[in-house]
């Protein structure tokens, strides 16, 4: 939890929110939904997500400037980049909401089910 005493303490309130709402068994996917929601939000905002992309994008600017027909060998090894830091990023998100991947999996089944267009774009964004 680091030595930050405000810090243990939002931990705590999380995982206590997350315990309550029944969201630490990921097979009741409809207590889930705050924490999708959440989910949403954080991969799609500036102070989330959206920030770890940006700076991807900035450090290897000069790769995706130059265009060409096919596809280099960098951009195989970009995509494993992107693909271990995303990976990442994401686990990091659900430990700090106290969840595991087996929530996350039924939190993506549920904005599926629900028709939700963001989620449906973040499910396609992870599979790539």
Known sequence: FGSSPALWQHDQRN???????????PTNAEALRPQAERLKIWLLSEDGFLESLHMFFRENKDYFDAFAEEHALHYTELHKVFAARFESEIQG??????LGEEHL??????GREGGDPDIEA???IMLE
Do not use: H, P, V
Not at 15 to 25: E, P, T
Not at 93 to 98: K, M, T, V, Y
């Open 15 to 25: 995982y206590q929110c997350c315990r309550s709402l029944g969201a630490m068994d």
């Open 93 to 98: 998100w659900l430990a700090d909401e106290g």
């Open 105 to 110: 999996e039924a939190m993506l089944q549920l």
């Open 122 to 124: 973040m499910i396609d």
